[in-house]
């Protein structure tokens, strides 16, 4: 149990992978303009990544293992992200409008994030059982959400202040990335 | 072959990582020596010049209603040749970026220019296109690797026998000094970038003040 939670604590916090492995900077720098869609983007990868790395997970150990074609990996792993994506927005397509408004054009530029894919590559790598590889990706999606969240709300008030043109937009953005990753660093030694 | 501009504005004027922001993650990820940085622009450029040559060959045979997965898929099928050689041919390197080699696969610079370019044009052009693109990315690359690892090491080319073999072991070049050595670490990374974007804005003030590109946030 402890080692569990250690996992979660270590991939939400500590290895943060935005801030610190460098994942899925692409919808951190392009969708994080405001708050709303930074939180919407964090949902819809939260439950595409977590549930695309468990049946990664089982499609990996229960087929490719066996034929001894691990190497086939990340076609096939780009295949079941596809897939994920395409059945999630199909469900909340019929099951929920609200939601369906939401999220809706969030969920196809998923497929394209390298954190969810990166998340599948990590815990078949490090050998994780089915229990660890979903709280890994629990723990990495959370801490994604969170940095998106927190880069969001900042982003709206950087909108506002005078920068000096040089650095408006992209520049400045990555700075501020980079001063909350070195406070992100202060969690090192929190958890494995 | 005629002079064709595709190559330069490829590389130069639509560059990926600078101008577009495409391919951050490894951008910002393997960056931290030259050594790391070139391994992984020849990985993409292996990447981005075989699949989109094999795209522009197949460009007719592709039913367009199915290109996206089909471009996909070839894509994810150079990534792991790309990966399959790095790890039989400079091992010490793969343990470094395998992750970043292998997400190749969904660096959208790449699945890009197939869409916009590679599955409409002859392949003689895709080619040119794909080669700017993947030196346009190198040039990115290897310019934010050098200049983090003389802000954190004080070298260049330190580790050079991961990548060219063991001769290569002195090529190491030590300037003597130690100025940051946070530049070699994650919040280092975003720094050196965003300080060289704005540079990089500050020098090219001739076009009018855009503010960031509308990149697509994929």
């Not at chain 2, 080619?127 to 990315?137: E, I, K, V, Y």
Request: hydrophobic fraction near 55%.
């Amino acid at each position: 149990m402890a080692d569990l939670a250690l996992l979660l604590i270590g991939a939400l916090l500590v290895n943060n992978f935005v801030l610190a492995q460098f994942l899925g900077l692409c919808p951190f720098m392009g969708i994080t303009r405001g708050y709303d869609t930074a939180l919407a983007t964090g949902v819809a990868t939260t439950f595409v990544l977590t549930l695309a790395a468990v049946i990664a997970h089982l499609v990996y150990h229960g087929v490719l293992v066996p034929l001894e074609l691990e190497y086939l990996r990340i076609i096939l792993f780009i295949v079941v992200i596809a897939g994920v994506v395409q059945l999630v927005s199909r469900y909340i397509e019929a099951t929920s409008v609200v939601l369906h408004q939401m999220l809706g054009i969030y969920l196809p530029l998923i497929t394209s994030n390298c954190a969810v894919l990166g998340v599948a590559l990590l815990a078949t790598s490090q050998d994780l059982s089915l229990l660890e590889t979903l709280v890994f990706s629990i723990g990495a999606a959370g801490g994604f959400t969170l940095v998106m969240v927190l880069f969001g709300a900042m982003r709206e008030t950087l909108d506002h202040e005078g920068i000096p043109a040089p650095f408006r937009g992209a520049p400045i953005a990555l700075i501020s990335a980079g001063i909350m990753s070195l406070a992100f660093m202060g969690l090192t030694g929190l958890a494995g | 072959m005629v002079p064709d501009s595709t190559f330069a504005s490829a590389a130069i004027a639509r560059n990926p990582a600078w101008a577009q922001l495409l391919g951050l993650c490894p951008l910002l990820a393997v960056s931290n020596s030259v050594v790391n940085a070139l391994g992984l622009a020849a990985a993409s450029a292996f990447v981005v010049i075989g699949s989109n040559t094999l795209i522009s060959v197949l460009r007719r045979q592709i039913p367009d209603m199915a290109r996206l997965p089909c471009f996909v898929l070839i894509i994810a099928t150079f990534t792991t040749v790309a990966t399959l050689l790095l790890e039989a041919y400079a091992y010490g390197l793969y343990e470094k970026i395998a992750l970043f080699v292998q997400i190749i696969v969904t660096n959208c610079m790449i699945l890009g220019r197939a869409e916009a370019f590679a599955s409409r044009q002859p392949v003689g052009r895709s080619l040119l296109d794909a080669a700017g693109t993947a030196a346009g990315f190198a040039l990115a690359l290897v310019t934010l690797g050098a200049v983090r690892e003389v802000l954190a090491h004080g070298t260049l080319l330190r580790d050079a026998e991961h990548l060219f073999g063991t001769h290569a072991a002195g090529w190491q070049i030590s300037l003597g000094f130690e100025v940051l050595p946070l530049a070699a670490l994650a919040p280092g990374a975003f720094i050196v970038a965003g300080l060289l974007l704005a540079l990089g804005n500050r020098l090219l003030r001739a076009r009018p003040a855009t503010t960031t590109p509308d990149t697509d946030a994929t």
